[in-house]
Every structure is written in structure tokens, then in C-alpha cells.
T-cell receptor, first 115, second 113 residues
């Protein structure tokens, strides 16, 4: 299947700093990318949907000013956690698909720890 | 709104045992249904899917049938292997969700020799 690369796989940052997570589709053009958050022993919760060249659509309860999503090209989307706090520590996962209702391929995830 | 409920884990089985992981869903439209697997230290991988009622998805000996009448998509395998130890997620997507995936909480499976 297609490959989605997510970087970094883990990051530790100080409270108050910002962290950028990249999600790249390596061998296909990702019209749509999704960002999820996974708490320990819980399910993946959709944070936002981004379509290339458009503003991201955020799920209810997700702060768009805190979780900045950019999808400027068909192969790259970024999630920036601004002014991170310990409660933002989590596992963030992206997925990418070529189009509507096509298979979504997942990145390996990023473990963010804010200290 | 859409939701997915799957059985709580962890599930511990001996090698060659029969596996069933239950999954039921609630959806307002006509969703596609998926099972994803997450092996230790790896990302999510699509295991199988079904896009309409009565479809059966299958892969690597795993099967699941889309049952609209019972709103279920139970995962089964006749004989599990140690290498099947992983976390399994049931999920759905439809046009109402912009085709984003709505996941169940995941079921951890441990297969012992």
C-alpha cells in the first residue's frame, strides 16, 4: 500500500514552546489529510480534516488556534501544537487519502510529551 | 452522530484458538466499515473493509461481515497465531463525517504459544 511518513516519531518539549509535526505522503498525492489524537488506552479521536489548499475543518472542542494545521501541498500537511502544555501530551496520528471515500493510509504517529 | 462500540480487552488466547472481536456501530447514513490493526511499535494498518451490507471483508485469515440488520461487523479468525498479537480497531466512515474514520476504543489481543 501507499506510504505515509510522519515525523518526528517522538518529541519532548518544554511547556510554553511550540512543536511542529509533519505528515508526508511519499508515493501518492493526498488530497485529504486527517489528524487524530490518541490518549492512552483510548480510541483515536479526530481532531481536524484538511484538504489541500483549504483551511482545515476542526472537530468540536478542538482549539484551532492551538492546533494549527497547514496543508499547503498534495504531499505535506503539518500540525503545530502552539504554546504546548502537559495536558497536550498525547499520541498524534495523521492519515492521508487520495480523494473522497478512498482508503486512508496512516503515519506511524508522534508521541508528544510536554514537560 | 456516528459511533463504534467494540468489546473491551485485553483478550488472551492460546495459539490456534478461534477469535471473535465484537463490533457494533451507529450511523445515520450508509457507512463503510473497517478493521485496522496496530502491531506493537507500529502504525495503524488496514486489515479489511466492507463497503455495503452483506459484504465480507477478508485478509490474512481474518474475516468480518457487514450486517446491517444487527449493525455489526464482528472480526473473526479461525486459528490465531502469536504474530496476531496486536490492538484491533473497528471503524466506520461515511459522507456525513467527510469520510474521516470514526474509531472504536480498540481491543488488545495477546496470543500465547
Amino acid at each position: 500500500g501507499a506510504v505515509v511518513s510522519q515525523h518526528p516519531s517522538w518529541v519532548i518539549c518544554k511547556s510554553g514552546t511550540s512543536v511542529k509535526i509533519e505528515c508526508r505522503s511519499l508515493d501518492f498525492q493526498a488530497t485529504t489529510m486527517f489528524w487524530y489524537r490518541q490518549f492512552p488506552k483510548q480510541s483515536l479521536m479526530l481532531m481536524a480534516t484538511s484538504n489541500e489548499g483549504s483551511k482545515a475543518t476542526y472537530e468540536q472542542g478542538v482549539e484551532k488556534d492551538k492546533f494549527l494545521i497547514n496543508h499547503a501541498s498534495l504531499t505535506l500537511s503539518t500540525l503545530t501544537v502552539t504554546s504546548a502544555h502537559p495536558e497536550d501530551s498525547s499520541f498524534y496520528i495523521c492519515s492521508a487519502s487520495e480523494g473522497v471515500n478512498t482508503e486512508a493510509f496512516f503515519g506511524q504517529g508522534t508521541r508528544l510529551t510536554v514537560v | 452522530g456516528n459511533s463504534v462500540t467494540q468489546m473491551e480487552g485485553p483478550v488472551t488466547l492460546s495459539e490456534e484458538a478461534f477469535l471473535t472481536i465484537n463490533c457494533t456501530y451507529t450511523a445515520t447514513g450508509y457507512p463503510s466499515l473497517f478493521w485496522y490493526v496496530q502491531y506493537p511499535g507500529e502504525g495503524l494498518q488496514l486489515l479489511l473493509k466492507a463497503t455495503k451490507a452483506d459484504d465480507k471483508g477478508s485478509n490474512k485469515g481474518f474475516e468480518a461481515t457487514y450486517r446491517k440488520e444487527t449493525t455489526s461487523f464482528h472480526l473473526e479468525k479461525g486459528s490465531v497465531q502469536v504474530s496476531d498479537s496486536a490492538v484491533y480497531f473497528c471503524a466506520l466512515s461515511d459522507s456525513n463525517s467527510g469520510y474521516a474514520l470514526n474509531f472504536g476504543k480498540g481491543t488488545s489481543l495477546l496470543v500465547t504459544p
